[in-house]
């Protein structure tokens, strides 16, 4: 991403490269964007984890967490925004109903109300996007399998449908096995790249 800021931009790019390799990691994209950066004065370098795992515990007491400080961050997407006004409101709609537009105290198992509509809603879509992020985001060769899957017509509709609506939307079951049978093959030749790759670091 690129953001324009009031006399510099923030420049970033997310990864899931584990802690000890992000210097790597920057240096590498640094290099990349060497002629796009040339003559550049870096201001400040930073690094955050991205909250995509919900906290075991997101109510305790009258508090209950929503967004970000609950960790709903979407897998593979990074997406966040949507998740949290969607938690916010719901949590929000919960206290007005429970507390009966404020004459009544709520207590945790009235802000428990929000967690269940929220996972009811949401559990699935996180679900898929972690399985997603564990098989296609483990490796450089693995990566590869997934941009290449993602020529594929039925995969860019799927994904534009699910992104739109929030939900995994469901597919039609003959074009869910091709894409089956497709990552399979994808996975294998990633795999038999990877070996390649494994040749010529060593
Ligand atoms: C670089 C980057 C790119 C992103 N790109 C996308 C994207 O393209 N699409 C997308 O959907 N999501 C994106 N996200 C994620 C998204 O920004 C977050 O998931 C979302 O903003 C979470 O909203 P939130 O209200 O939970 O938390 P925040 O937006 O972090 O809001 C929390 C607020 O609380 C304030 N605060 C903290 N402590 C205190 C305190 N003690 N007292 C008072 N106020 C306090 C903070 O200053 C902040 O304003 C991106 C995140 C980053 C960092």
Known sequence: WV?????????????????????????????RARDKIEGGKIIRVEAHPIPEHPRPRRVLDRVALVGDAAGYVTKCSGEGIYFAAKSGRMCA????EASENGKRMIDESD???????FDDMYWPTYKVLDVLQKVFYRSNPAREAF???CA??????????????KKVVPGNPIDDLKLAVNTIGSLI??????????????
């Open 3 to 31: 953001f324009p800021k009031c006399d510099h931009v923030a420049v970033g790019t997310g990864t899931v490269t584990h802690k000890g390799e992000i210097k790597k990691f920057q240096a590498a994209t640094r290099l």
């Open 93 to 96: 709609e919960a206290i007005v």
């Open 111 to 117: 802000l428990r109300r929000y967690l269940k509509k």
């Open 147 to 149: 941009v290449e899957m």
């Open 152 to 165: 594929d017509k039925y995969v860019q509709k799927m994904t534009f449908d699910s992104y739109l609506y």
């Open 189 to 202: 030749r990633a795999n038999a790249l990877r070996r390649e790759m494994q040749k010529i670091t060593l």
